[in-house]
């Protein structure tokens, strides 16, 4: 009997953990550095207003602090992995992407990866004007889900309140946690706010040595192309 009970409750916690691979939902990240700010969004608009593109949703950021591995990021959102293939596909074959490249010649590309949306506690994330992107190392991810889930209800959120588990990369992180507002203001005015509360400390009780933060940096959203 209690083995089988054991053998439940292992189960639960690997469907906690898998949720996000049978929903599908995932980001495309895509680190870019650019020279020009203003021709970043040239060409990527450019390439976004095309026919091959236009089922597509891509939202630009421009990094604001933190460590700078690259001044932009390119976010696509898809609802599942066919939808992946299709737009990847048509934006390679196309016109419009060819001229993307000749337009962004002097500027250097340094990776993607590709991110599960575990939890949505808010709006989406490209709603939001300013993200600040917490990267955490967690050894236990059905605790941490679950103590963001408890934190977001006693905090709320400055709009937007999304949990990622990195599919793809470096393992020196596990998950991103993005919360997104308005704008500058909202966002740091909400963190200061949320660090200096008790459901804060709670929090950092309840998931202990299993967390550990990476890094932090913050961005500004440029542009969104999509519904």
Request: charged fraction near 20%; proline fraction near 1%.
């Amino acid at each position: 009997m209690k083995r089988t009970v054991s053998l439940i409750a292992a189960f639960a916690v690997i469907l906690l953990q898998a949720g996000p691979s049978f929903a599908q939902k995932f980001e495309a990240v895509h680190a870019v550095h650019h020279k020009n700010a203003a021709q970043a969004e040239e060409s990527l608009a450019k390439l976004m207003n095309s026919d091959a593109m236009k089922d597509a949703r891509v939202t630009l950021y421009q990094q604001t602090f933190g460590e700078f591995a690259s001044s932009h990021l390119v976010v696509e959102d898809f609802d599942n992995y066919k939808q992946y293939m299709a737009t990847t596909g048509a934006r390679l074959g196309s016109h419009a992407w060819s001229n993307y490249r000749l337009q962004t010649l002097d500027s250097e590309y340094r990776g993607s990866n590709m991110f599960s949306v575990v939890d949505d506690h808010g709006a989406p994330r490209h709603t939001a004007g300013y993200l600040a992107a917490y990267l955490i190392h967690t050894t236990d991810a059905a605790t941490y889900r679950s103590a963001i889930a408890e934190l977001n209800a006693a905090t709320g959120n400055p709009g937007v309140l999304r949990l990622l588990a990195m599919r793809t990369g470096t393992r020196n992180f596990t998950h991103a946690v993005l919360i997104g507002g308005a704008d500058f203001e909202a966002v740091n005015a909400f963190l200061d706010k949320l660090f200096a509360s008790e459901a804060y400390a709670d929090f950092v009780e309840k998931v202990g040595d299993t967390r550990k933060l990476v890094g932090v940096a913050m961005y500004h959203r440029v542009a969104t192309w999509g519904n």
